[in-house]
């Protein structure tokens, strides 16, 4: 066995025991190493397979050299000596992680195939051995990954057709495990890259259906060699899996509810989901209004308690939606919303339906022609556990009637918002909405300081000198910000990246991460309906936000995410800035800087695709920040008369 130096300091809140990594066949340590790189692991120990031709023998030799107690990781070949180290010593176990591996047995007609490929490899060299199944070995957008291929062979090579014959032996002689997999009593990881093919994903759900606790998740962009192909999301789950202390514990970001991206939940678990492979559900961007909410589509997503016209979640939001606000149908409310409901805005919050029907009829008043088309969808959830729908709309039409905003100006408009529901039973419980009303104020030739002034005095006639909801939350006492970002929010590795990448910008103002994350030609889509171009843009963009409210903290709230029709993911993210005004930046309507504190609610929407961001809307509403500005001198000059 080879010890590894300390890594990095522990900071994991489990028993910090030693890791026992064992690679695969023709694979050593730099198999772990891309992994470790992401980890915070005092001592890890990569096993040795060689020296045995079977898995109980290398079983029992690791075992001879191995601490007296360990967390065991096994690859492949690897997996199958761990599932055979677990049956032998179960009590020197704290958790056990494996990785596209198998715990079948070998198929008879596949041995003599295995040993001809030895006779081979020793004939033509161990390089034309890892080439000859590459392309069942990664992911296909892997296939041509030079870096990749020449470190496989390098290790490859480095163990040699000498050593290669022993080590196809000892997964020939493996036993049938999937025997034994109910005795492990450990917190228990089952990855697999999404494209694997040399162990089958239905092998790997085998194991995680038979092992109590066992949660079980794909790698994107991976085949076979997960860990070199996206070190990243095997390192994240390995950190969560880390951590556990029971089987029964789940990582925070599980407790989510059912994610529908990379991950399938166990079900013995109790609060977790099966994600059901099969379920087909309508994306918004490439259909039209009828494809999206069709008359006889045949439901294809478990929607249990909810309206039988519903065909999946999308359909749902779209469609009821569209019925409330275009069709004027604004009675759904009442079988589409809980009586207790909470409806967060930008300017106040409504806790209950009946105020939501009356702020819904107001808004329709002083504009009759709007329409509002659903521009993306993005969810994740069950029937189970209830579904979370972030949901942007492109809203338009003209200011022709006396109402909330004064007389009419018969101007046109568009604008944004992003509505965040909470649905359960096809009844929504909570909803976050953001609308772009600076927008609209501005479209419609509307003095913004005139209206922020007027919506200030009311909200400061009811009795309210503030919008905000706490503390500053930047720094605590004179500590710099956090250096990682918490990702326990995230299901997945495109979710965490996302939120690592909103870190390092908004909370220690890296601001030059943005050309690292975003393509060159990338879009941004803003507020005031800003369309912008290219990474230099968007940082000004950014720096501008954060120019206004410079001692702002940054909170991600929540994170969901799908992979696109279009190819990548598109992630949804709702947030909270909260500062004051002590500076200068994009938001001009604020002037001078006043010190008053402004608490800002966004939400963001970004397409990833081939590792960068090409896309991102991004909502909040300057109007709301302005009068939160006038509310706070307002109540300066009441304390000043008083």
Known sequence: MNQSAPIKPASAKAEQLPLLLLPGTACDGRLFEPMLAHLDVPVTIVGDLN??????????????Q??????????????????????????????????????????????????????????????????????????????????????????????????????????????????RLRKIAVPTLVLAGEHEQVCTLEAHREIADAITGAQFYTIPQAGHFAPLENPAAVARHVRDWLERTTINEMPAKAAQGAVMSDVTSNPKIKGSSEVALEESVLQVERRDYRDIAPDDRPRSQSLDGFDDIYTDIVDYIIRCTHKIWDERDIGLIYT?????????????????????????????????????????????????????????????????????????????????????????????????????????????????NHFAARTAKSKFDAGLTSLDIGENRRFLGQTRPNEKADTSLAHNDVEAQT??????????????????????????????????????AIIHQHLGLIGSLPDASYEVQHVASNPCEEGGTKVAVRWLMEGHHLGYGILNELGDPTGKRVQVMGMSHYHWKDGKIVDEWNVYDELS????????????NAQAGA
């Open 499 to 536: 939120i690592e990448m909103l870190h390092e910008v908004f909370t220690k103002r890296m601001f030059g991460r943005i050309a690292q994350d975003y393509a060159p030609n990338a879009q941004y889509h803003g507020p005031l309906m800003k369309e912008l171009y290219g990474q230099a």
């Open 66 to 179: 191995a601490p007296e107690r360990f967390s065991l990781l096994g690859f492949s070949l690897g997996g199958i000596v761990a599932l055979e180290i677990a049956a032998q010593a179960p009590q020197r176990i704290a958790r056990l992680a494996l990785v596209d591996t198998t715990a079948r047995p070998v198929p008879a007609d596949d041995i003599d195939r295995r040993r001809v490929e030895v006779v081979r490899a020793a004939e033509t060299g161990m390089a034309d051995y890892v080439r000859g199944g590459w392309d069942r070995s990664v992911a296909p957008g892997n296939v041509g990954n030079t870096q990749l291929l020449e470190t496989v062979i390098a290790m490859a090579e480095d163990l040699g057709a000498d050593r290669l014959g022993p080590q196809v032996e000892i997964g020939i002689s493996r036993a049938d495990s999937r025997k």
């Open 336 to 448: 589409h919303y809980t009586h207790n409901c909470v409806l967060y805005g930008t300017t106040g919050t409504i806790y209950n339906r009946e105020d939501v029907v009356r702020d819904t009829i107001q808004r329709l008043v002083s504009f009759p022609e709007r329409r509002g088309m659903g521009t993306q969808v993005i969810w994740n959830g069950n029937d189970k556990d209830g579904f979370y729908t972030s949901h942007l709309v492109t809203g338009s039409g003209r200011h022709t009637q006396y109402g909330h905003l004064g007389q009419p100006t018969f101007k046109p408009f568009v604008s944004r918002t992003i509505a965040d529901c909470m649905i359960h039973r096809n009844m929504i419980y909570r909803e976050w909405v953001v609308a772009d009303q600076m927008a609209i104020i501005k479209q419609l030739g509307l003095d913004p």
């Open 625 to 636: 920040m302005l009068v939160q500005v006038k509310l706070g001198q307002l109540a300066e």
């Open 51 to 64: 020296g045995a031709s079977t898995a109980k023998e290398v079983a029992a030799k690791l075992l001879e």
